[in-house]
């Protein structure tokens, strides 16, 4: 176990030990070593041809909701508003994150310059390796599709991604170990790059009290492997599902939420309310693996230039501690590149 870990935002030693006892004892259901024939792209990419995505409004019953991505020379990527034409478009930052209590909702400027759940948007960029580019849509409302988020991956493949030479890409990993926690014990662990490996390794585990249970995978990130993980579609509990139709119309985080028997994965006490995908084994871990490619990849896509390496473990957490994660890396200024 490793020794010298800096825990940030005052966490507790103990509790951090024992949730890492409690990660241990889950059993791993799947492991993808790395490919040792991969190699790290060495220069920025961005997308060979534009593109457009649409479905159907995560927040707006009855309305379609279209993104459009497009090459960029800027590094990053940028969400602009198209219907709020004086305000500025919104890198992708932890410096503009508005908040990640039920989502990553992203904001610049004014408030009504926003968009909602934009995990599902911009995690291809470290997961489909695409360092640069601009996404346009009318709404901060983006589409919510029936299979994780596979219409934007499919339509990346489609339209392309190349290199600019003549932009050297950078990797950052952490300049020691840092580990930080959430208030039911849960905690991300970023562990430094070793001998320069410009690759990102993941141990991601998951303890539900539900069906779900407890999952946990281990990979090594490339296209291949988020492209299964994008399938999985965000899981939420029979009384979550009950209570957007209900109780929830109430209220504006929840309201016209367009949460369906398709998009969602159903998960009662005992049993899926509905059929579970990705199937390892016969066990679904589909919960495990939207909550490693589209809610902590997507997270680490906060990173504003250049890509991650190095060693993520992920236990009982969520959008919120993600979040606070990428924020306190820029903060307590914990990047170092590797070289």
């Known amino acids: 176990m490793q020794s010298n870990i800096r825990i940030l935002s005052d ?27 991969a190699q790290p ?21 009855g309305q379609k909701s279209t993104l459009h991505f497009a090459p960029c020379s800027k590094e990053g990527w940028w969400l602009r508003r198209s219907d709020l034409p004086e305000q500025f478009p919104i890198r992708v930052s932890p410096r503009n994150v508005w908040t990640a209590r ?6 610049c400027g004014s408030p009504d310059n926003y968009v909602r759940m934009t995990e599902h948007i911009i995690a291809h960029r470290l997961g489909l390796g695409v360092d640069n580019a601009e996404i346009t849509l009318g709404t901060g409302d983006p589409p919510l599709f029936e299979v994780g988020s596979m219409p934007i ?17 950078q990797y950052w990993t952490v300049k020691e170990p840092v580990a930080i926690l959430n208030q039911w014990d849960g905690f991300l662990l970023f562990s430094p790059a070793e001998n320069g490996d410009r690759r ?22 490339n296209n291949e492997i988020y492209r299964h993980g994008a399938q999985a579609r965000t899981n939420c509990s029979f009384g979550i599902m ?28 005992k049993r899926y309310l509905n059929t579970p995908n990705l199937l390892h084994q016969g066990k679904s871990l589909e919960a495990v693996w939207h909550r490693a490619c589209l809610d902590l990849i997507a997270a680490l896509s906060m990173l504003e230039n250049g890509r991650l390496a190095g060693h993520i473990t992920s236990y009982k957490a969520g959008h919120a501690l993600d979040a606070r994660l990428m924020s306190n890396l820029y903060i307590h200024d914990l990047l170092e590149e590797v070289r």
């Open 11 to 37: 966490g507790n030693a103990g509790v951090f030990a024992r949730s890492r006892e409690a990660m241990k004892d889950i059993p791993v259901d799947c492991s993808m070593p790395a490919d040792p024939k």
């Open 41 to 61: 792209a060495r220069f920025q990419t961005t997308l060979a041809a534009p593109f457009s995505v649409s479905g159907p409004a995560t927040y707006s019953k």
């Open 102 to 107: 039920r989502s990553i909702v992203l904001r």
């Open 153 to 169: 991956v499919e339509a990346i493949e489609k339209a392309g991604i190349v290199e600019d030479s003549s932009r050297p890409l």
């Open 200 to 221: 990102l390794y993941f141990d991601v585990g998951i303890d539900f009290p539900s069906v779900i249970g407890k999952q946990r995978i281990q990979f090594c990130l």
């Open 242 to 269: 009950l209570y957007t139709k209900t109780v929830g119309k109430l209220f504006a985080d929840t309201r016209n939420m367009g949460y369906n028997w398709k998009n969602i994965l159903v998960a009662g006490k």
